[in-house]
């Protein structure tokens, strides 16, 4: 695997030769949720680029960039290990260089759920990505779909800006009591992380409810929210059933929608969704 640790030394990999890339943007801290998407990119593609950037235009001001989980090295390891044929791992001043001041701004679809909380978290995103993107020009890139809206939002921004790239969405990856994966795990004490598992229990009671002809999102809110606070460790932050594609909260159940969480245990915050109905993101 070849590394590149500035904009210079990534177009000097990819040269003209390379051909069929796949992008896996990361913020690094990799776990097997990150690993499921560069072996399908493998499989699929010629060449693999795996980014790692710990975005700080992602991050409001009380949030956790400076302790967010940093491992370069073991980063690394797994990389090798899965086949990624190049790493760009910039630094932020070649991101966002001196004078840097032009931002990506989604609109409606960043103004829900996560970013009603985190109001400069999606331009953050959205910034990046398209820098990335321009950098390094892929054919495939891949995300994973427990960042649901974020997901939603990489697709409107690859649309309304002609980018072309193919946008894979890969399955949740979950530990064995249903967790999803998340590189903020790591910030759970041991207590915490067994409290933690309630927020896929009451996805699936959800989803079992839905299964059983229960169309009602109050109902169903009602039921996730007592279960999470059940839980003494657990403060809900939100629980939304929204349109899969618009993210508008829905009323009544009459097609597929999506289900998210966002549920702090303790100081940590966590999200989850599961889709209710048969439709993929």
Same mark, same amino acid.
């Given at each position: 695997?070849?590394?590149?640790?500035?904009?210079?030394?990534?177009?000097?990999?990819?040269?003209?030769?390379?051909?069929?890339?796949?992008?896996?943007?990361?913020?690094?801290?990799?776990?097997?949720?990150?690993?499921?998407?560069?072996?399908?990119?493998?499989?699929?593609?010629?060449?693999?680029?795996?980014?790692?950037?710990?975005? +700080?235009?992602?991050?409001?001001?009380?949030?956790?960039?400076?302790?967010? *989980?940093?491992?370069?090295?073991?980063?690394?390891?797994?990389?090798? &290990?899965?086949?990624? &044929?190049?790493?760009?791992?910039?630094? *932020?001043?070649?991101?966002? *260089?001196?004078?840097?001041?032009?931002?990506?701004?989604?609109?409606?679809?960043?103004?829900?759920?996560?970013?009603?909380?985190?109001?400069?978290?999606?331009?953050?995103?959205?910034?990046?990505?398209?820098?990335?993107? &321009?950098?390094?020009?892929?054919?495939?890139?891949?995300?994973?779909?427990?960042? =649901?809206?974020?997901?939603?939002?990489?697709?409107?921004?690859?649309?309304?800006?002609?980018?072309?790239?193919?946008?894979?969405?890969?399955?949740?990856?979950?530990? +064995?009591?249903?967790?999803?994966?998340?590189?903020?795990?790591?910030?759970?004490?041991?207590?915490?992380?067994?409290?933690?598992?309630?927020?896929?229990?009451?996805?699936?009671?959800?989803?079992?409810?839905?299964?059983?002809?229960?169309?009602?999102?109050?109902?169903?809110?009602?039921?996730?929210?007592?279960?999470?606070?059940?839980?003494?460790? =657990?403060?809900?932050?939100?629980?939304?059933?929204?349109?899969?594609?618009?993210?508008?909260?829905?009323?009544?159940?009459?097609?597929?929608?999506?289900?998210?969480?966002?549920?702090?245990?303790? &100081?940590?915050?966590?999200?989850?969704?599961?889709?209710?109905? *048969?439709?993929?993101?």
């Amino acid at each position: 695997m070849k590394i590149a640790k500035s904009i210079n030394e990534l177009d000097k990999l990819l040269s003209d030769s390379v051909r069929h890339v796949a992008l896996v943007p990361t913020m690094g801290s990799l776990h097997e949720g990150h690993l499921s998407l560069f072996r399908q990119a493998r499989l699929d593609n010629e060449t693999v680029v795996a980014s790692i950037f710990v975005n +700080p235009t992602q991050f409001g001001p009380k949030e956790d960039f400076t302790t967010y *989980p940093r491992d370069l090295d073991n980063d690394i390891a797994l990389l090798e &290990n899965v086949g990624v &044929n190049i790493l760009f791992a910039p630094d *932020p001043s070649d991101i966002y *260089p001196s004078g840097f001041d032009t931002w990506v701004d989604i609109g409606e679809l960043t103004q829900k759920l996560e970013g009603s909380t985190r109001p400069s978290h999606f331009k953050g995103v959205c910034t990046v990505v398209t820098k990335l993107f &321009n950098i390094i020009r892929p054919d495939r890139a891949y995300f994973g779909q427990k960042d =649901a809206q974020q997901l939603l939002v990489i697709k409107k921004l690859n649309l309304d800006l002609d980018f072309g790239i193919e946008i894979i969405a890969m399955p949740t990856v979950r530990e +064995p009591d249903g967790l999803a994966m998340s590189s903020r795990n790591s910030y759970l004490s041991q207590n915490e992380r067994t409290a933690a598992a309630v927020l896929h229990r009451s996805l699936c009671s959800a989803t079992t409810m839905y299964n059983n002809g229960e169309r009602s999102p109050i109902a169903i809110k009602r039921n996730i929210e007592e279960m999470i606070l059940y839980e003494k460790l =657990a403060k809900i932050d939100y629980i939304s059933m929204a349109d899969i594609r618009s993210l508008d909260e829905v009323l009544e159940l009459k097609k597929p929608c999506l289900l998210s969480i966002a549920v702090y245990i303790g &100081n940590t915050r966590l999200i989850d969704n599961v889709i209710l109905g *048969p439709k993929e993101l």
